[in-house]
């Protein structure tokens, strides 16, 4: 065997474009995350392998918000300070919060606002609303709603957030086991009374601090003195047990060159030089997919190369960039009002618009662990404060890093599940982008976009004067121009009912039965508009239709409360229907398009989910949801 002699001349490539080269080399031979699957209790910080959907409505059953009773609230109409509604015991059930509502009651009335008679009777002074103090089948999350896209680290909300939804088991990306080997003649392991001339071997105690701290699994081998033979066989054996070999060299003057050596022997070698100080001997070798690098002796010199060389490597394995909390200023897109008894934290979603950081609040119901999954920073209101006005700037504590602020996409307006599959594509396509959803309904993205907080907005407004979508609203409310309409999808909309439509609901018409109840879409939702449209052609007074100021915020909402019995009947698209098994009956086929400002046109993630609308996977994942037609999408229909 030919041994290489030490003293040979090294590269000296720049180290963008040695780690560029690296990894791109590392991918081509295969390497990927692998991933496996594990209970939910274990996932805190693993990464998600792929997009995790909820098996279960949360909460499944409906639930009283408040101590006090349950009743029909058809049976408190009329309930007024002067005329009083007095109800038996017969008519009420008395609930504490978080008890079942009992089938027959739609409504749950305070205990403060109830007078008790000596009878057990009780006498309301004020009407109860449908569905008021009741929190609702799927008010956190709803079944078959996606609850973490692909490549994402699994948080503590998030962990509670799974379990609601009803999954116990995901898959993730393994972390990837990194064998770290120390060679050298006089190294010796960490000892109280080392003897002059040894050197104690600390390296791979610090390589496995960062390397766990990276998500990664480190396994120290032995060590190995500073012998040919003895070198290859130990980096042989690694290769065998670990996705990554690190072989961190010992003093003598050859070590570099044993090093790469036995590299090229086992694997290859495409650099052994790196124009870096500390850290200029490293080896950039690999076998097959399976990085192995050199990493030079000196203490210092290894953590620069194990930061700028294998760090990036690993983030690429299991999609998890290191995070470190921060700071930031940012202006609020919405007024919160807090008390003025309490220090409060305010979930927000966040990303960079027009050269602004724009924070949006997330609901801030205690029950909705959800919404503190997708926060992207906490807003801390002081004890004493009201609140903020919208436009003003405020601190927010960053739960994501601000470079992932800057790379993403921030959505408000109309809700449609194809969102969350197009925020999970853009992720995938490029681990440094993201897509922070809200819904506000199509009138809600109109106003974000004029008042430039956000990228896009999904809307379909339509026009009732002559049947079109979405340019007229466009044309009243930018009257200057400045944005974009870009063709989305076109979708089915209709009524929603519950399998095997009992009630026989044939349309519009039928919704006016005394024994059908209906749930809506929140007023300015594109939906809604059109809902109201619908009874005004067709005659029918919305007082008539029982439940018709009860308010969702998302299809996939209403399409859970029919589901779950509590309502009749619901206007929506037929992706949510299907997602439900519901019965569906057509109504119209609308379009939903996307409104993007030119200040947001030319940003790369933009570009980047114009071209996932144009891809085939898009197109295939609306097949599998449904009740969607394409034409022409990511094509700009009108340039105001």
Same mark, same amino acid.
């Given at each position: ?113 109830? /007078?008790?008679? +000596?009878? #057990?009777? =009780?006498?309301? @002074?004020?009407? %109860? ?8 089948? $799927? ?122 050596? /036995?590299?090229? +022997?086992? #694997?290859? =070698?495409?650099? @052994?030089?790196? %124009? ?8 950039? $070798? ?355």
């Amino acid at each position: 065997m030919e041994i290489v002699m030490a003293f040979q001349y090294l590269t000296n490539v720049p180290l963008e474009q040695a780690k560029k080269e690296y990894l791109e080399l590392l991918v081509k031979n295969g390497m990927r995350g692998v991933p496996e699957r594990i209970r939910v209790q274990d996932a805190c910080g693993r990464v998600t392998a792929c997009a995790v959907y909820a098996h279960i409505c949360a909460p499944h059953y409906h639930a009283s918000a408040m101590d006090g009773i349950a009743v029909q609230a058809g049976d408190t109409f009329g309930a007024t300070q002067t005329t009083p509604v007095t109800l038996p015991p017969e008519r009420y059930t008395v609930v504490d919060t978080g008890d079942p509502v009992p089938e027959h009651c739609d409504a749950v009335i305070m205990v403060e606002d109830l /007078v008790k008679e +000596e009878d #057990g009777s =009780v006498r309301l @002074h004020d009407a %109860a609303a449908p569905w008021q103090h009741i929190r609702q089948i $799927g008010e956190d999350i709803c079944a078959g709603e996606m609850i973490l896209p692909a490549y994402t680290v699994v948080s503590p909300s998030a962990i509670g957030a799974l379990l609601a939804g009803g999954v116990l088991e995901l898959d993730v990306l393994k972390k990837p086991v990194v064998g770290i080997i120390p060679t050298g003649d006089e190294i010796i392991l960490p000892t109280a009374d080392p003897a002059p001339g040894d050197i104690i071997e600390f390296n791979s105690s610090i390589f496995s601090a960062m390397l766990r701290e990276w998500g990664a699994e480190p396994l120290t081998f032995p060590i190995v003195p500073d012998r040919f033979d003895e070198i290859k066989a130990a980096v042989s054996e690694a290769l065998s047990k670990c996705d990554i070999v690190i072989l961190n060299a010992g003093s003598s003057a050859g070590r570099e060159d044993y090093s790469a050596q /036995v590299i090229r +022997e086992l #694997g290859g =070698v495409l650099y @052994h030089g790196v %124009a870096m100080k500390p850290g200029k001997p490293a080896i950039l $070798g690999y076998q097959g997919p399976k990085p192995v690098l050199g990493v030079p002796g000196y203490p210092v010199s290894g953590i620069i190369v194990i930061e700028q060389l294998l760090k990036p490597i690993i983030e690429a394995m299991t999609r998890r960039p290191v995070r470190q909390e921060e700071t930031v200023r940012a202006q609020l897109s919405r007024p919160v009002v807090s008390g003025l008894k309490y220090e409060e934290f305010v979930r927000v979603r966040m990303g960079h618009v027009d050269g602004r950081l724009i924070a949006t609040p997330l609901n801030r119901g205690s029950g909705v662990v959800s919404s503190f999954m997708k926060a992207d920073g906490i807003l801390v209101i002081p004890q004493g404060l009201e609140g903020h006005e919208a436009g003003s700037e405020v601190e927010i504590r960053l739960l994501r890093p601000k470079e992932e602020l800057e790379h993403t996409l921030v959505a408000i307006g109309s809700h449609d599940p194809l969102l969350d599959e197009l925020a999970d594509l853009l992720h995938r396509g490029n681990a440094a982008y993201y897509m922070a959803s809200t819904h506000t309904g199509s009138m809600g993205g109109i106003m974000a976009v004029r008042r430039r907080e956000t990228h896009v907005a999904g809307i379909h407004l339509l026009d009732e004067n002559d049947g079109t979508y979405n340019e007229s609203y466009v044309r009243r409310y930018f009257p200057g121009g400045g944005v974009r309409l870009v063709e989305c999808v076109g979708r089915t909309q209709g009524i929603m009912a519950e399998a095997g439509n009992p009630k026989q609901i044939t349309g519009i018409e039928s919704l006016a039965s005394s024994d059908i109840r209906y749930v809506n879409r929140q007023k300015g939702s594109g939906t809604r508009i059109l809902m109201d449209y619908l009874c005004k052609k067709h005659g029918l007074d919305t007082a008539s239709i029982y439940g018709y100021e009860r308010e969702e915020f998302t299809h996939t909402s209403v399409a859970a409360q029919i589901a779950s019995g509590s309502a009749d009947a619901g206007m929506g698209i037929y992706s949510a229907a299907r997602m439900y098994g519901l019965a569906f009956i057509p109504v119209c086929t609308e379009q939903y398009d996307l409104l993007i400002p030119d200040s947001a046109w030319d940003t790369p993630f933009v570009q980047e989910m114009l071209e996932i609308l144009r891809s085939r996977e898009f197109a295939g994942k609306l097949e599998e949801l449904g009740g969607y037609t394409l034409q022409s999408p990511g094509e700009v229909r009108c340039r105001f």
